[in-house]
Structures are given as structure tokens and as C-alpha cells.
């Protein structure tokens, strides 16, 4: 059974850092990528970047290019989302997700499946 559980938020002040994990499990973790996605209230779920596990490649969105690294622990099973010079308005529930197909990966909802159960991020100016 393909599980995946985050922890790491919490609130932080602007220009602070967090560090969230992703622990997956029920799978070869190295045949797909994983996502990291975030939702504001009332906004839609936006993809925030995405790394293959095997090579290590990653891809962000504009919006966290030089501030978000997502990084890998093989030996664990987990991916990691380092955040750095936090904003307000990097304020969501931050949820990351498995690909749907080995060997294919894009940074969009549809692209992926087996959702974790988010962990909250709020940044206060």
C-alpha cells in the first residue's frame, strides 16, 4: 500500500527557514518522482517543484526558484523540501505527492497520485 506522510511546518516570521519531509513507503521509491505541492485558502493547488528520486534531478516553480530545495535520502525513503527566505505568501498546506507513471513526470495535479495528508506552513510578516 503506497503511503506518503509529511511533517516539518509550522510558523515562522519572513525570511525564516523550514525544512519538511516526506516519508514514503509501499513502493520502490527510486522508479518515480515526487512532487511538492501547496494550497492556500481559496487558492487552487499549485506545484511547487519535483525531484526524480533515481537522479536526483529537480524543477521548481518560478515562484520558489532560489529559495525552495527539494533533496532526497534514498537510504530513508524520504524526500525533503528546504525552504529558505520564507514569505507571507508562502503561507499554505503543503502536501507532496507520487508520480502516477514510472518514468514520467510533470508538475501538475493530474500528473500525480497518492497524496500525503499535508502539514501546515504559515508565515507572518
Known amino acids: 500500500q503506497v503511503q506518503l506522510v509529511e511533517s516539518g511546518g509550522g510558523s515562522v516570521q519572513t525570511g525564516g527557514s523550514l525544512r519538511l519531509s516526506c516519508a514514503a513507503r509501499?513502493?520502490?521509491?527510486?522508479?518515480?518522482?515526487i512532487g511538492w505541492f501547496r494550497q492556500a485558502p481559496g487558492k487552487e493547488r499549485e506545484g511547487v517543484g519535483r525531484i526524480w528520486i533515481d537522479s536526483g534531478s529537480t524543477a521548481y516553480a518560478d515562484s520558489v526558484k532560489g529559495r525552495f530545495t527539494i533533496s532526497r535520502d534514498i537510504a530513508k525513503n524520504t524526500v525533503y523540501l528546504q525552504m529558505n527566505s520564507l514569505k507571507p505568501e508562502d503561507t499554505a498546506t503543503y502536501y507532496c505527492a507520487r508520480g502516477l507513471y514510472e518514468n514520467w513526470c510533470r508538475l501538475e495535479n493530474s500528473a500525480f497520485g497518492y497524496w500525503g495528508q499535508g502539514t501546515q506552513v504559515t508565515v507572518s510578516s
Open positions: 509501499g513502493y520502490t521509491f527510486d522508479t518515480y518522482c
